[in-house]
């Protein structure tokens, strides 16, 4: 009996492209699942423009709706129930994760940073921002960290990293342009080796297991 296809939920508030790339990969078997419901909390997300032209279900949850952090993790809950997902994957998701689905989904929430966590990681570091700290420090290399979602701000066990040399003329822009692309590698691997149950957490480390 061959692994069942994991079914695989993803949330996004901006643009997208880390859906897309995940989508591509969708089409060309990289990975034993299927993407069967994207999520945004921005209903302009254009992550649900991209859903919706590759029919899968897209939907907006308002925080009109759900005002306060639990209740909007409950109705995702529900969503999720609904849809039978097995992994989660955050791609530009901008809201805060609670406990509620933290406990229910135990290391099976995928996050994608722009940095080499611990690095430039934590509150206050999404999009922008942290190419911009990046800069100001004069780092030499930065990169992309993809690790599962934990009770704090990017602080749960990695997954995978990749690390790219700055070049000394490159503005936060041009460092945000380059990790993207090692982003669009980086997360479609660590939903592969999720989706052959290759991913294995011990004391917070992630051994991934041979094929
Ligand atoms: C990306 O830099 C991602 O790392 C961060 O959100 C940004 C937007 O991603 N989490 P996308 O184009 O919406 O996937």
């Known amino acids: 009996m061959g692994i069942q296809k994991k079914k695989i939920a993803v949330l996004v508030s901006g643009g997208g492209s880390n859906l897309q790339s995940l989508i591509d990969q969708q089409e060309n078997s990289f990975f034993e699942g299927e993407i069967v419901l994207v999520v945004s909390n921005n209903k302009n997300a254009y992550g649900l423009i991209r859903a919706q032209e590759n029919e899968i279900a897209a939907i907006h949850v308002s925080k009109k709706d759900y005002p306060t952090n639990e209740l909007y993790d409950q109705k995702l809950l529900e969503l999720f129930l609904e849809y039978k997902i097995d992994l989660i994957v955050l791609a530009g998701y901008l809201r805060y994760v609670t406990p509620l689905l933290i406990e229910k989904y135990p290391n099976k929430i995928i996050n994608i940073h722009p940095s080499l966590l611990p690095s430039f990681g934590g509150y206050g570091f999404y999009g922008l921002n942290v190419h911009q700290a990046v800069y100001e420090k004069g780092a030499k290399v930065s990169g992309a960290s993809v690790h599962f979602v934990d009770e704090g701000k990017?602080?749960?066990?990695?997954?995978?990293?990749?690390?790219?040399?700055?070049?000394?003329?490159?503005?936060?822009?041009?460092?945000?342009?380059?990790?993207?692309k090692i982003e669009h590698q980086l997360l479609p691997l660590a939903v592969k080796y999720f989706c052959a149950d290759r991913l294995v957490v011990e004391n917070h480390r992630v051994i991934i297991l041979e094929d």
């Open 154 to 180: 990017d602080t749960g066990p990695i997954i995978l990293q990749k690390a790219i040399d700055l070049d000394q003329n490159w503005q936060p822009e041009q460092i945000q342009t380059e990790v993207l």
